[in-house]
């Protein structure tokens, strides 16, 4: 499930006169990008024809943007609400979400906590317009974990399998859901391994599940050829979460420097979300968040910057996120501004091109190179210049997925 439907007749776009970001290097290239049957087949001094072309006026093309902690059925900032929605509600509005992704450039997203084969599926054959889509299906929560939904005072039950965490204790039910998971075609398995801002009873900074718990989740994920993704917070949750094999620290925003060395001896990335945090501190009173939750995320997001920073200066490899939920998801392109601002726009581009793409173990995205995806966004200036251009939504961009202008009624 890694490519949207083609059209019946191939056609082959030519985009000229750009300078070309190719997700690494620092130097732009001066050239064309020649895209055939969805790949990448010639960048440079190209020569050959097309069926379509398109004249970047000296703009700057870089990768399809990739975001690794996206949520398609993240429809409310209200855990309850969202667990209790009907899934037909929860895919419909999935289908807007990931639609809208696509247009701001994000050719690809790695759902970690939701999603499922019949979304994939859905997005694989072309049914709806949206990015390639990697998921992990429901995150798995201990018993009053971050994906309990339900208020200490309530007694609805909540496990079983829901939209977007699935309660599951002990070793040998945590093994059997993993298997599912993978069976079901799940790229990867997300855990929570501290506690949260949105769920109402779990703590910040407490680790979740027992060592032989995660140990048994990142034995089946790595058996599989696969890993595991872990929502963490503070020193002691990362830490806990790392040495027991998790590979991917979404958040990490309370880490010190102790830590992030753990993180870099153990080859754990780093996903911060900072968009997050920065918009339910501006909007979560207006969208009904809970006091307790706008108080946790005014805690994690006074070190989110702080925390990038401290992994930086200790070599931990840092990918990029957004965690938007409900009404916030249209701040997508804010995590992008946040994220620069802490680590400046060459790392924030490699951030959200080529190191995800090593998270998700792909080769073929976040890059601009013959025989990658033809996943490209289109600036109309040069963020290294000007690096809002990323960013503004007023400033002008063209998409292109497998090949094919977003929004192209071809598609």
């Known amino acids: 499930m890694t490519s949207p439907k083609t059209n019946a ?17 620092a130097e732009l290239q001066d050239g064309s990008i020649l895209i055939q049957n969805g790949v990448i087949a010639q960048v440079g001094e190209v020569d050959a024809p097309a069926d379509r072309a398109i004249d970047a006026k000296g703009g700057v093309a870089i990768p399809g943007l990739i975001d690794a902690h996206f ?8 855990l309850l609400e969202l667990q209790s929605s009907p899934l037909s509600y929860i895919a419909l509005s999935a289908a807007v979400r990931l639609r809208d992704t696509l247009q701001r450039g994000f050719t690809t997203v790695r759902d970690v906590a939701g999603g499922d084969a019949g979304l994939a599926k859905a997005l694989s054959q072309g049914l709806l317009p949206g990015p390639r889509y990697l998921f992990t299906g429901a995150a798995l929560s201990q018993t009053g974990g971050h ?40 790229h990867a398995i997300k855990i929570m391994a501290s506690g949260g801002v949105v769920s109402p009873t779990d703590p910040l900074r407490n680790p979740q599940y027992s060592a032989e718990e995660i140990a048994a989740v990142t034995d089946e994920a790595r058996r599989r050829g696969s890993y595991v993704a872990a929502h963490a917070y503070s020193s002691e949750a990362v830490v806990h979460a790392v040495t027991n094999g998790v590979r991917t ?36 009173a207006e969208l009904g968040m809970a006091e307790v939750s706008r108080r946790k995320n005014r805690e994690v997001l006074e070190w989110g910057q702080r925390a990038i920073e401290i992994a930086r200066d200790a070599g931990v490899q840092i990918g990029f996120g957004t965690d938007l939920m409900g009404a916030l998801e249209d ?24 190191v995800n793409a090593a998270i998700i173990g792909r080769d073929d995205v976040g890059v601009i190179r013959a025989g990658a995806q033809g996943d490209l966004v289109l600036l109309a200036g040069n963020p290294f210049e000007d690096a809002s251009v990323l960013w503004d939504r007023r400033r002008p961009r063209t998409v292109v997925h497998a090949g094919t202008t977003v929004g192209d009624p071809q598609t």
Do not use: W
């Not at 949520?71 to 209200?78: E, M």
């Open 9 to 25: 007749v191939n056609v082959s776009l030519r985009v000229d006169n750009a300078l070309i970001f190719d997700g690494h290097s």
């Open 71 to 78: 949520h398609a059925y993240g429809a409310s900032l209200d």
């Open 147 to 186: 994906g309990d939904p339900h208020p200490s005072d309530s007694e609805l039950c909540a496990h079983g399998g829901d939209h977007l965490a699935e309660i599951v204790d002990g070793v040998d039910a945590l093994r059997k859901v993993v298997r599912e998971r993978f069976r079901s075609g799940a």
């Open 249 to 284: 620290i979404e958040h990490g925003n309370l880490i010190d420097r102790p830590t992030a060395e753990v993180m870099r001896e153990h080859d754990a990335f780093l996903v911060p979300t900072l968009a997050a945090y920065e918009a339910m501190d501006r909007r979560g």
């Open 331 to 354: 701040e997508q392109l804010v995590g992008l501004r946040l994220q620069a601002e802490a680590d400046g726009i060459l790392n924030t581009l490699r951030s959200a091109t080529s």
